[in-house]
């Protein structure tokens, strides 16, 4: 993907975020995921029912990066099953660590497939997928 339609993206979901905004509805799984090395601190809340991501919210104080990832991360599991935000989320932590990767089921979210050449940002596309991960092993450990 051409690098001006990367950043036109990556903008686009900082300055006009999907899902952003929490619901505090008791039927959604809550996590706080904040980066102690900067002042991103985002709170996500999950809905699933039946095994299928229903819905995904955010909201918190984050640099553009984390932001724009945390759009472009709800906008890619919404209506998927858990197994197959596994995969995705399984093909995105490759891709940030240089791994091999399926860059069809990442969508938009393969905007980031060069974060791993400014290290220091690496956490700030990372964080609201990491809270997706802590949503899963959460259910995993009901199980």
């Known amino acids: 993907m051409d690098s001006n339609i990367k950043r036109e993206i990556i ?10 905004g929490l619901l505090n509805d008791n039927s959604y799984m809550k996590v706080n995921m904040n980066n102690e090395s900067c002042i991103d601190e985002l709170n996500i809340e999950v809905k699933i029912e039946d095994g299928i991501i229903k819905d995904i919210r955010f909201d ?9 990832s ?7 599991l919404i209506g998927k099953t858990t197994k197959e935000v596994e995969n995705i989320l399984q093909n995105f932590l490759n891709m940030i660590d240089e791994k091999p990767y399926d860059e069809e089921v990442l969508e938009e ?15 700030c596309a990372l964080l609201s997928w990491w ?13």
Do not use: F, W
Not at 133 to 143: A, P
């Open 60 to 68: 918190g104080e984050a640099c553009a990066i984390c932001i724009s």
């Open 131 to 143: 809270g997706i991960e802590k949503v899963l092993n959460q259910i995993k450990d009901k199980l």
């Open 109 to 123: 979210a393969v905007v980031y497939d060069d974060i791993s050449k400014n290290p220091a940002r690496k956490k």
């Open 11 to 20: 903008l686009e979901n900082y300055q006009n975020p999907h899902n952003k």
């Open 70 to 76: 945390a759009s472009i991360m709800t906008t890619t």
